[in-house]
Antibody, heavy 123, light 111 residues
Framework: EVQLVESGGGLIQPGGSLRLSCAAS????????MSWVRQAPGKGLEWLSV???????YYADSVKSRFTISRDNSNNMVYLQVNSLRAEDTAVYYC?????????????????WGLGTLVTVSS | QTVVTQEPSLTVSPGGTVTLTCASS?????????ANWIQQKPGQAPRALIY???NKHSWTPARFSGSLLGGKAALTLSGVQPEDEADYYC???????????FGGGTKLTVL
Protein backbone atom coordinates (compact mmCIF):
# COMPACT_ATOMS: atom_id res chain seq x y z
CA GLU A 1 0.00 0.00 0.00
CA VAL A 2 1.33 3.42 -0.97
CA GLN A 3 1.57 5.91 1.86
CA LEU A 4 2.99 9.41 2.17
CA VAL A 5 3.56 10.89 5.62
CA GLU A 6 4.62 14.48 6.06
CA SER A 7 6.36 15.84 9.14
CA GLY A 8 8.44 18.75 10.30
CA GLY A 9 5.80 21.41 10.63
CA GLY A 10 5.24 23.55 13.68
CA LEU A 11 5.24 27.08 15.03
CA ILE A 12 8.08 29.18 13.65
CA GLN A 13 8.89 32.87 13.94
CA PRO A 14 8.93 35.12 10.87
CA GLY A 15 12.27 34.91 9.10
CA GLY A 16 12.89 31.40 10.34
CA SER A 17 13.49 28.17 8.43
CA LEU A 18 12.10 24.66 8.50
CA ARG A 19 12.76 21.41 6.69
CA LEU A 20 9.59 19.52 5.89
CA SER A 21 9.85 15.79 5.29
CA CYS A 22 7.75 13.35 3.30
CA ALA A 23 8.28 9.68 4.10
CA ALA A 24 7.13 7.33 1.36
CA SER A 25 6.24 3.68 1.72
CA UNK A 26 4.96 1.16 -0.79
CA UNK A 27 6.96 2.64 -3.64
CA UNK A 28 10.31 4.26 -4.35
CA UNK A 29 10.54 8.05 -4.53
CA UNK A 30 13.40 7.69 -6.99
CA UNK A 31 11.03 6.26 -9.60
CA UNK A 32 8.39 8.95 -9.25
CA UNK A 33 7.70 12.63 -9.68
CA MET A 34 7.24 14.10 -6.20
CA SER A 35 5.50 17.43 -5.52
CA TRP A 36 4.73 19.72 -2.63
CA VAL A 37 1.40 21.55 -2.40
CA ARG A 38 0.14 23.83 0.37
CA GLN A 39 -3.16 25.17 1.61
CA ALA A 40 -3.47 28.27 3.75
CA PRO A 41 -6.28 28.25 6.33
CA GLY A 42 -9.63 28.57 4.59
CA LYS A 43 -7.97 28.96 1.19
CA GLY A 44 -7.39 26.87 -1.91
CA LEU A 45 -4.56 24.57 -2.92
CA GLU A 46 -1.30 26.05 -4.17
CA TRP A 47 1.29 24.01 -6.09
CA LEU A 48 4.82 24.73 -4.87
CA SER A 49 7.45 22.47 -6.37
CA VAL A 50 8.25 19.20 -8.15
CA UNK A 51 11.31 16.95 -8.34
CA UNK A 52 11.57 14.57 -11.27
CA UNK A 53 13.32 11.22 -11.57
CA UNK A 54 16.43 12.84 -12.97
CA UNK A 55 16.56 15.32 -10.08
CA UNK A 56 15.35 18.25 -12.15
CA UNK A 57 13.43 20.61 -9.93
CA TYR A 58 10.85 23.32 -10.62
CA TYR A 59 9.13 25.87 -8.44
CA ALA A 60 6.17 28.22 -8.37
CA ASP A 61 7.30 31.81 -8.85
CA SER A 62 5.93 32.70 -5.42
CA VAL A 63 8.47 30.49 -3.61
CA LYS A 64 11.30 30.04 -6.10
CA SER A 65 13.95 31.94 -4.18
CA ARG A 66 13.07 30.64 -0.71
CA PHE A 67 12.07 26.98 -1.05
CA THR A 68 14.23 24.02 -2.09
CA ILE A 69 12.97 20.51 -2.86
CA SER A 70 15.27 17.52 -2.53
CA ARG A 71 15.17 13.75 -2.30
CA ASP A 72 17.00 11.04 -0.35
CA ASN A 73 16.59 7.84 -2.30
CA SER A 74 18.32 5.66 0.29
CA ASN A 75 15.79 6.67 2.96
CA ASN A 76 12.88 7.02 0.53
CA MET A 77 12.25 10.60 1.62
CA VAL A 78 11.46 13.90 -0.05
CA TYR A 79 12.16 17.22 1.62
CA LEU A 80 11.13 20.83 1.30
CA GLN A 81 13.49 23.36 2.82
CA VAL A 82 11.54 26.55 3.52
CA ASN A 83 13.50 29.70 4.36
CA SER A 84 12.74 33.32 5.23
CA LEU A 85 9.28 32.35 6.38
CA ARG A 86 6.50 34.92 6.37
CA ALA A 87 3.04 34.95 7.93
CA GLU A 88 1.54 34.18 4.53
CA ASP A 89 3.45 30.89 4.45
CA THR A 90 1.18 29.62 7.22
CA ALA A 91 -0.48 26.57 5.69
CA VAL A 92 -0.85 22.82 5.65
CA TYR A 93 1.89 21.43 3.42
CA TYR A 94 1.10 18.27 1.44
CA CYS A 95 3.35 15.85 -0.38
CA UNK A 96 1.97 14.26 -3.56
CA UNK A 97 3.27 11.76 -6.08
CA UNK A 98 2.66 10.14 -9.42
CA UNK A 99 1.77 6.45 -9.57
CA UNK A 100 4.69 4.06 -9.28
CA UNK A 101 6.53 3.36 -12.53
CA UNK A 102 4.53 6.09 -14.21
CA UNK A 103 4.73 6.37 -17.97
CA UNK A 104 3.10 8.67 -20.49
CA UNK A 105 -0.06 10.31 -19.25
CA UNK A 106 0.23 8.78 -15.78
CA UNK A 107 3.38 10.81 -15.16
CA UNK A 108 1.12 13.85 -15.02
CA UNK A 109 -1.09 12.41 -12.29
CA UNK A 110 -1.13 13.70 -8.74
CA UNK A 111 -2.25 10.28 -7.59
CA UNK A 112 -1.12 9.88 -3.98
CA TRP A 113 -1.38 12.48 -1.24
CA GLY A 114 -0.27 12.61 2.35
CA LEU A 115 -2.32 14.02 5.22
CA GLY A 116 -0.15 17.12 5.45
CA THR A 117 1.88 18.94 8.08
CA LEU A 118 0.88 22.33 9.50
CA VAL A 119 3.32 25.22 9.43
CA THR A 120 2.38 28.27 11.47
CA VAL A 121 4.50 31.40 11.07
CA SER A 122 3.91 33.79 13.93
CA SER A 123 5.79 35.75 16.53
CA GLN B 1 1.96 34.05 -14.18
CA THR B 2 -0.88 31.82 -15.35
CA VAL B 3 -4.24 32.26 -13.65
CA VAL B 4 -6.63 29.30 -13.63
CA THR B 5 -10.30 30.12 -13.16
CA GLN B 6 -13.09 27.91 -11.85
CA GLU B 7 -16.68 28.63 -10.84
CA PRO B 8 -16.55 29.63 -7.15
CA SER B 9 -19.66 27.66 -6.31
CA LEU B 10 -22.30 25.45 -7.88
CA THR B 11 -25.42 23.80 -6.53
CA VAL B 12 -26.95 20.59 -7.84
CA SER B 13 -29.83 18.38 -6.78
CA PRO B 14 -29.26 14.75 -5.83
CA GLY B 15 -29.39 12.60 -8.93
CA GLY B 16 -28.73 15.56 -11.17
CA THR B 17 -25.86 16.38 -13.49
CA VAL B 18 -23.38 19.22 -13.12
CA THR B 19 -20.32 20.34 -15.06
CA LEU B 20 -17.43 22.20 -13.47
CA THR B 21 -15.05 24.05 -15.75
CA CYS B 22 -11.43 25.19 -15.62
CA ALA B 23 -10.06 27.99 -17.79
CA SER B 24 -6.52 29.25 -18.30
CA SER B 25 -5.52 32.90 -18.70
CA UNK B 26 -2.94 31.87 -21.31
CA UNK B 27 -5.52 30.54 -23.75
CA UNK B 28 -7.35 27.34 -24.51
CA UNK B 29 -6.83 24.36 -22.24
CA UNK B 30 -5.63 21.44 -24.34
CA UNK B 31 -4.54 17.86 -23.75
CA UNK B 32 -1.04 19.24 -23.19
CA UNK B 33 -2.36 20.94 -20.05
CA UNK B 34 -2.74 17.45 -18.52
CA ALA B 35 -5.65 18.64 -16.38
CA ASN B 36 -6.06 16.99 -13.01
CA TRP B 37 -9.21 17.19 -10.89
CA ILE B 38 -8.83 16.93 -7.13
CA GLN B 39 -11.63 16.54 -4.59
CA GLN B 40 -11.36 17.80 -1.03
CA LYS B 41 -13.91 17.42 1.74
CA PRO B 42 -13.81 19.53 4.92
CA GLY B 43 -11.00 18.53 7.25
CA GLN B 44 -9.63 15.96 4.82
CA ALA B 45 -6.60 15.71 2.58
CA PRO B 46 -7.05 16.16 -1.16
CA ARG B 47 -8.05 13.11 -3.17
CA ALA B 48 -7.26 12.60 -6.84
CA LEU B 49 -10.17 12.01 -9.21
CA ILE B 50 -9.02 12.63 -12.80
CA TYR B 51 -5.62 13.00 -14.45
CA UNK B 52 -4.43 13.98 -17.92
CA UNK B 53 -7.85 15.42 -18.79
CA UNK B 54 -9.92 12.23 -19.00
CA ASN B 55 -8.24 9.42 -17.07
CA LYS B 56 -9.78 8.07 -13.88
CA HIS B 57 -7.96 6.58 -10.94
CA SER B 58 -8.98 3.11 -9.83
CA TRP B 59 -11.06 4.57 -6.99
CA THR B 60 -12.85 7.24 -9.03
CA PRO B 61 -16.59 6.58 -9.19
CA ALA B 62 -17.96 6.04 -12.69
CA ARG B 63 -20.25 9.07 -12.35
CA PHE B 64 -17.21 11.38 -12.59
CA SER B 65 -15.81 12.14 -16.04
CA GLY B 66 -13.25 14.58 -17.41
CA SER B 67 -13.19 16.26 -20.79
CA LEU B 68 -12.27 19.34 -22.79
CA LEU B 69 -15.18 21.65 -23.43
CA GLY B 70 -15.03 24.90 -25.36
CA GLY B 71 -11.36 25.54 -24.61
CA LYS B 72 -11.67 24.58 -20.96
CA ALA B 73 -11.12 21.46 -18.93
CA ALA B 74 -14.36 20.10 -17.54
CA LEU B 75 -15.43 17.72 -14.81
CA THR B 76 -18.93 16.29 -15.17
CA LEU B 77 -20.78 14.54 -12.39
CA SER B 78 -23.75 12.49 -13.58
CA GLY B 79 -26.18 11.17 -10.99
CA VAL B 80 -24.81 13.29 -8.17
CA GLN B 81 -24.77 11.74 -4.72
CA PRO B 82 -24.93 13.61 -1.39
CA GLU B 83 -21.38 12.49 -0.64
CA ASP B 84 -20.15 14.41 -3.69
CA GLU B 85 -20.56 17.66 -1.77
CA ALA B 86 -16.99 18.95 -1.61
CA ASP B 87 -14.48 21.41 -2.99
CA TYR B 88 -13.12 20.53 -6.42
CA TYR B 89 -9.83 21.85 -7.73
CA CYS B 90 -8.42 21.68 -11.21
CA UNK B 91 -4.67 21.65 -11.77
CA UNK B 92 -3.10 22.58 -15.08
CA UNK B 93 0.42 21.98 -16.39
CA UNK B 94 2.48 24.66 -18.08
CA UNK B 95 4.89 22.90 -20.40
CA UNK B 96 6.94 26.04 -21.05
CA UNK B 97 7.88 26.47 -17.41
CA UNK B 98 7.29 22.86 -16.36
CA UNK B 99 5.17 24.10 -13.49
CA UNK B 100 1.62 23.52 -12.34
CA UNK B 101 -1.14 25.93 -11.34
CA PHE B 102 -4.27 25.22 -9.33
CA GLY B 103 -7.59 26.85 -9.95
CA GLY B 104 -9.29 28.60 -7.07
CA GLY B 105 -11.65 25.68 -6.53
CA THR B 106 -15.39 25.12 -6.91
CA LYS B 107 -17.51 24.52 -3.84
CA LEU B 108 -20.16 22.02 -4.91
CA THR B 109 -23.31 21.91 -2.83
CA VAL B 110 -25.75 19.01 -3.19
CA LEU B 111 -29.17 20.27 -2.19
Amino acid sequence: EVQLVESGGGLIQPGGSLRLSCAASGFSVSRNYMSWVRQAPGKGLEWLSVIYRGNNTYYADSVKSRFTISRDNSNNMVYLQVNSLRAEDTAVYYCASTPDYCSGASCYAFQYWGLGTLVTVSS
Amino acid sequence: QTVVTQEPSLTVSPGGTVTLTCASSTGAVTSASYANWIQQKPGQAPRALIYSTTNKHSWTPARFSGSLLGGKAALTLSGVQPEDEADYYCLLYSGDAQTWVFGGGTKLTVL
